[in-house]
Structures are given as structure tokens and as C-alpha cells.
């Protein structure tokens, strides 16, 4: 996957990186920024979404698409589509055109809206990033995990720098016997589950 990635694929992730970079600390407001994923955190996810079983590809949360980048090129491989959620309708314009100058979007599909309305649609979920608002993710998680396919995989980001945000549903996570969790160091802290 890593050694043949497109170079527009490559210079579209660069351009986010550095909007993001830039963002980070010029002062745009929270909401406004991409706020999205390291590197190494994309090719770590990428990696488990390969790894994932047959079933259903989600991502909640898709800014300007970078993440969805990273998962849409372990579908490539499998010959698999990521249906990602979006609530704002700029980041989603932005994310349009991320997956139309990659020609990623045979293997992408965007919703604009609140995932929480859909999530209960899709059933034999195998694999989903939770990239969010904070305080959406227990919600999200009590929807996920019952719709998820035995070994599906879901990662929650921000497990680490928003540890006492989150801390109350990590505890929750780390103690559900329908799952094996554990946090793990990488960029902003992930949150790693497998369902069993």
C-alpha cells in the first residue's frame, strides 16, 4: 500500500499537512481548523483497516479527507468502499474535492450529516475510525459496537491528548467484555478495540 502510493494521492496529503500545520498555530478557530491526523497515525490506521474482516468500512469525522485518504487505501486493496460521515458542510466541500483530485472516490463515500442518524443502517460494520467532537464518542461507540462483525476493528482518536475529556468512556471501553481495548501511543493517542 505505502510503496505505490499516487503522487497526487502524495501531493494532496502534503497540501492538507501543511494547511493543517499552518492552522495548528496562526490562531483559526478550533471548528474552523482541519484538525486531522498525523502520519503515522494515517499509515497505523491504514494498516488495521487492511487487516480488518469482510464487512462494512466507516469513518466519523472527515474534515478535509486525510484520514479517509489513509483507510480508502486499504479498500483499494481489498477492493472495498469507506462510507464516511461529516456534520460541517465547508470541511465536506473540502473533502469533495480531496477525493475528486485523487480519484480516490470509487472508493469513498461522503454523508453529509450527524453519523449518529445513520450508524444504525449499516449492520456487519468491520472496520471504523472515530475521529469527532469528543463528546459524541460513548454515544457512537454504544452504536458501533453492536452492529460490528466478530474481529472488527474500531479506533477512536485523541485517546491520549484528550485523555480527561474522554477518560469516563475509556474507562467504560477498557472494562466492556465484547471487546479487546487498549490505548495505544501513537500521534494523539488511539484508542484500539477488536470486537470478539
Not at 25 to 48: C, V, Y
Request: hydrophobic fraction near 40%; include cysteine; aromatic fraction near 8%.
Amino acid at each position: 500500500m505505502f510503496h505505490n502510493i499516487p503522487d497526487n494521492l502524495t501531493k494532496r496529503m502534503k497540501f492538507l499537512e501543511d494547511i493543517d500545520s499552518k492552522d495548528r498555530h496562526d490562531g483559526t478557530p478550533r471548528l474552523e481548523r482541519l484538525r486531522q491526523i498525523p502520519r503515522e497515525t494515517g499509515k497505523f490506521i491504514s494498516i488495521l483497516a487492511a487487516s480488518a474482516p469482510v464487512g462494512k468500512f466507516l469513518e466519523i469525522g472527515t474534515s478535509a479527507g486525510y484520514s479517509t485518504l489513509w483507510i480508502a487505501l486499504a479498500c483499494k486493496s481489498l477492493g472495498y468502499k469507506v462510507t464516511t460521515f461529516e456534520i460541517l458542510k465547508e470541511k465536506a466541500k473540502l473533502a469533495e474535492k480531496t477525493f475528486k483530485e485523487t480519484n480516490m472516490e470509487d472508493y469513498i463515500e461522503l454523508i453529509l450529516g450527524d453519523a449518529r442518524d445513520y450508524i444504525n443502517n449499516y449492520k456487519n460494520i468491520a472496520f471504523c475510525f472515530l475521529d469527532a467532537e469528543k463528546e459524541v464518542y460513548s454515544e457512537c461507540y454504544d452504536l458501533i459496537i453492536p452492529n460490528m462483525v466478530k474481529g472488527g476493528i474500531l479506533i477512536a482518536d485523541n485517546a491520549i491528548n484528550h485523555h480527561e475529556t474522554l477518560k469516563p468512556m475509556l474507562d467504560r471501553v477498557l472494562a466492556d467484555d465484547r471487546v479487546d481495548a487498549l490505548i495505544v501511543p501513537i500521534g494523539t493517542g488511539e484508542l484500539l478495540c477488536r470486537k470478539i
